[in-house]
């Protein structure tokens, strides 16, 4: 399996197969050998001679939900890591989209809630990180944010709405 | 009064089981009542019997006294636990469960409300010479009051809801120019939160310490203090991390405020375990903040140093027993620090993660108590406070509770949702936990600071994370081909799951121990 993997600003071009109890991994043309412990989400991953407990579970992917692309939460040593593991057949193709820049981009909830606030209009244009929604889960109101400025073209919730995770709040053009 | 023999415990999660288990240490029977969510959560299993009362959304269960009280008397209960939230502070609810020939395990009605409207409590301790923070002792009509306390006392002050707490109606104000829009904001946020709109104003305290004393109060006039809990760790107004004792108070402070307290307990006709809350300035002095009546999620603190089971002593008071401590046999003994872990996201402003809990590793050894209702498969609900766990460390001195408190935190697991604790590995092992140096406003002005660090990672790391997230994504791919291969169908849980969905809920009875 061929995969770039993006942790932060870095990016690794990885092929991982099974080699017996075992995977054989190539990170950066690098060969390497890792042993995976456990079953479950909680492992010991062995790079190196170095065996780090790790807890790995794929999490919905929020926001652009680019196809081929899927989010992983790593946590090791304590410290929570962002992977997004991306096909690398269709990693040029979102390069291209991104040239199509200008396209709608959909908001979508990250969680679901309640809408408990519309805080832009249909035809409102709006910055980066300006408040459009507040949504409210576990007692607690969540302010959605603009992720790149641009028109409101929809809204596609109202207020006082149960909204499910993953759907289409709002509609930027 | 006859000892009590069988409890109803009106709540869930964490502070459920918890009482579960004093019910147990006692040989009372515990009961359980749970909404359609926590069916197969812990205390529902642990319990001799449970009985559904209603939907997930508090309001459709937790929230309804009259099917509580109903449920405990079909359960043959003799009294009733409230918790913390919820019902724990409604004073109607604590009068329909005597009404209904049942004891309410907390303080009497009257009480409730006599520390329950803030005004009225800060009339109430002025009057009785405990010093109060400094503003107005009346509700505000309108701005006038409050502009001239304000230019008597000096900007920033703060405008609190009477009815309230949790920081809602709550509002700073710098400048006069400010003041009527925040009033209006403060008056419509208290009127939606707590059905009263009553808003008065407080000069705004910012360089101090969030310092607590638990109180004792039984039925026969007797009341101890059992000491301070440190809270100042909070993020918005939410407390994160807790300890007793706190380094800010000398035993010296902690006998003036522990009378305080007693004196507080005292005034108000307070009954059972309570905390009265103050603000300590640079000088030590305390200010009167306000009373909770009920239960703190924080008591495990107090019961490591003190080795007390407050839950037990709830109850005894409750039945009417006499206080068999007393004052003069306390002292804290050795250190204990909690962190709250929530089901919170810290690297993204601590948005709720609701969720599955894939795997979970709960941290024990020496000096390390968790207090949690979480099991593998659960399911962490949006519907709920995000408070999945309490971890307790105690030692012999406060750096032996630091040192276990990093280790217990690096053996906590959990995976399937984000939890706040690599956030609390972070306060924790910072130079300012470890000097003390810290206030309320010390989390939410390092909130920046500490947010960049938690995503932090060498090259290292990131490539190990990388190779995990790889792997793990292979194995699942193989796994779900190796399925398709077999032809095999979805496994029995999912196929019940879809069943259940489609006949609707299980049905909804309730059951009891043989």
Sequence with gaps: MKVLARVGDREFALEVSRDGAAYQVSIEGREAKAHVEGHGAIRTVTLDQLTVETAAWPVAAAGDGTRGETAWDVVAGGRLQEVRLVDPLRAGRRGEDADHAGGPTEVRAVMPGKVVAVLAAVGQEVETGQGLLVVEAMKMENEITAPRAGRVTAIQVKQGEPVDSGAVLLTLE | ?514
């Design chain 2, 1 to 514: 009064m006859p000892p009590l023999r069988r409890i109803l415990i009106a709540n869930r999660g964490e502070i459920a089981l918890r009482v579960v288990r004093a019910c147990r240490d006692l040989g009372i029977s515990p009961v359980m009542v749970y909404s359609e969510a926590d069916r197969d959560s812990l205390p529902v299993r642990l319990a001799d019997q449970a009985l559904p009362i209603g939907e997930a959304p508090a309001a459709k269960s937790y929230l309804r006294s009259d099917v509580i009280i109903e449920a405990a008397i079909r359960a043959g209960a003799d009294a009733i636990h409230p918790g913390y939230g919820f019902l724990a502070e409604n004073a109607a609810f604590a009068r329909a469960t005597a009404e209904a020939g049942l004891v309410f395990i907390g303080p009497p009605p009257e009480a409730m409300q006599a520390v329950g409207d803030k005004v009225e409590a800060r009339r109430l301790m002025s009057k009785h010479g405990v010093p109060i923070i400094p503003g107005l002792t009346d509700r505000a009509a309108d701005t006038t009051s409050i502009a001239a306390f304000a230019r008597q006392a000096g900007y920033p002050i703060v405008l609190k809801a009477a009815a309230g707490g949790g920081g809602k109606g709550m509002r700073v104000v710098r400048a006069e120019a400010d003041l009527a829009g925040a009033l209006r904001m403060a008056r419509s946020e208290a009127g939606a939160s707590f059905g009263d709109d009553g808003i008065y104003a407080e000069k705004l305290l910012e360089d101090v310490r969030h310092v607590e004393i638990q109180i004792l109060a039984d039925a026969h006039g007797h009341a101890v203090h059992l000491g301070e809990r440190e809270c100042s760790l909070q993020r918005r107004h939410q407390k994160l991390v807790e300890e007793a004792p706190s380094l800010a108070v000398t035993p010296e402070l902690r006998r003036r405020m522990g009378d305080l307290a007693v004196q507080v307990a005292r005034v108000s006709g307070y009954r059972n375990a309570g905390t009265v809350e103050f603000l300590l300035d640079r000088e030590g002095r305390p200010y009167f903040m306000e009373v909770n009546a009920r239960l703190q999620v924080e008591h495990p603190v107090t019961e490591m140093v003190t080795g007390l089971d407050l839950v037990r002593a709830q109850i005894a008071i409750a039945a009417g027993e006499p206080l068999a401590i007393r004052q003069e046999d306390l002292a804290p003994r050795g250190w204990a620090i909690e962190c709250r872990i929530l089901a919170e996201d810290p690297v993204h402003g601590f948005r709720p993660q609701p969720g599955r809990i894939r795997a979970l590793r709960l941290p024990a050894g020496p000096g390390i108590r968790v207090d949690t209702a979480l099991q593998e498969g659960d399911v962490v609900s949006l519907h709920y406070d995000a408070l999945i766990a309490k971890l307790c460390a105690w030692g012999a001195d406060r750096d032996e509770a630091v040192r276990r408190m990093l280790r217990a935190l690096g053996e906590f697991q959990v995976a399937g949702i984000r939890t706040t604790i690599p956030f609390d590995r972070e306060v924790i092992a910072g130079e300012a936990f470890r000097s003390g140096r810290f206030d309320i406003a010390w989390v939410d002005s390092r909130m920046d600071a500490i947010r960049a660090r938690l995503l932090e990672s060498d090259d290292r790391e990131a490539e190990r994370a990388a190779v995990a997230a790889a792997v793990a994504s292979f194995e699942e791919r193989s796994r779900s081909a190796a399925d398709a291969s077999r032809g095999a169908t979805p496994d029995a849980w999912a196929l019940a799951g879809r069943r259940a969905q489609m006949q609707g809920p299980a049905p909804r009875r309730g059951w009891a121990r043989p």
